[in-house]
Structures are given as C-alpha cells and as structure tokens.
C-alpha cells in the first residue's frame, strides 16, 4: 500500500536572494579587514631627487628657493616671510591659476619649506609642487 502526502509534490530550487546577501557581507568584510591592515605611519625620507620628471615650463610660474639656512628667494631675490605673503597675494590677484615652485635646498629644514608652502596656500595658490633634480640611474 502505498501512502500518499496530503501536499502536492514540488521540486526543489536554490534560492538566490540567501546568497547575494551573503555574498554582500563577505564583500564588506574584505574591504574593512583591508582598510585595518593600512598602516597609516610617517617614516622619515630623502625627498630633494627624482628618478624621472615631466619638465613643466609656464611663464607665469612662480618660483620659490629656500636655502639651507631658511632664506626665502624668489626669482633669485631674498624676500621675508611677510613680503612672500603681498608678493603672492598680488600674483594670485592676477592669475588664480598660476603655478608656484618650491625647491628647498638638499640641507633645508623641513619646517623652513613648509612654511613657503602654508603662504602659498594662505595666499590661494591652488598649483604647488616641489621641484626637484632627476638623480643619475645607477647600474
């Protein structure tokens, strides 16, 4: 005798929803287990030379020299801190967009550049970079 179920017989199926939810949580727990494994510490570093540059020539460039003892030039003329900031501020009145070149001497302090950098900023320079010598390939 054969015994019958009351429910109609289905067929099984995979149902997918379960499985874009999980495939969800491992996607977000592989980009936060990522992100944990950045270390986002400072180490120290010898920044005055480059392996490759793209020599950028503008007319209008604004080039800026801090030398070993702290002195500020500009095109070859040592200015001070507040004559940087008008000389700037006056530049940056002509062409918003007008390029500003740092190059700090090899021995320079590190603060000493910085500083150029925060009057370039104040005054509204939105194109800074630092300058720096293409280093000879070794072999």
């Known amino acids: 005798m054969k015994i019958t179920s009351p429910l109609p017989e289905r067929k099984a199926r ?5 499985l874009i939810d999980i495939m969800f949580f491992l996607l977000a727990a592989f980009m936060l287990a990522s992100l944990a494994l950045i270390h986002l510490k400072t180490i120290g570093v ?4 480059a392996r490759a540059h ?4 503008e007319a209008a460039a604004i080039n ?6 702290g002195d500020i030039f500009v095109e070859h003329e040592r ?3 507040v004559e940087l900031e ?3 501020a006056n530049q940056m009145q002509k062409n918003t967009n007008a390029p500003v070149y740092i190059s700090g001497d090899r021995r ?3 603060g000493d550049v910085i500083r150029v950098l925060d009057i370039a ?3 509204g320079a939105q194109r800074v970079s630092f300058a720096v010598t293409v280093e000879a390939a070794r072999q």
């Open 54 to 57: 793209t020599p950028a020539f």
């Open 79 to 81: 200015v001070s801190a």
């Open 46 to 49: 010898s920044l005055p030379s």
């Open 14 to 18: 995979i149902e997918i929803i379960p």
């Open 108 to 110: 320079a302090m590190h």
């Open 121 to 123: 900023r104040a005054a």
């Open 64 to 69: 800026i020299d801090v030398d070993q003892r």
């Open 86 to 88: 008008s000389l700037l």
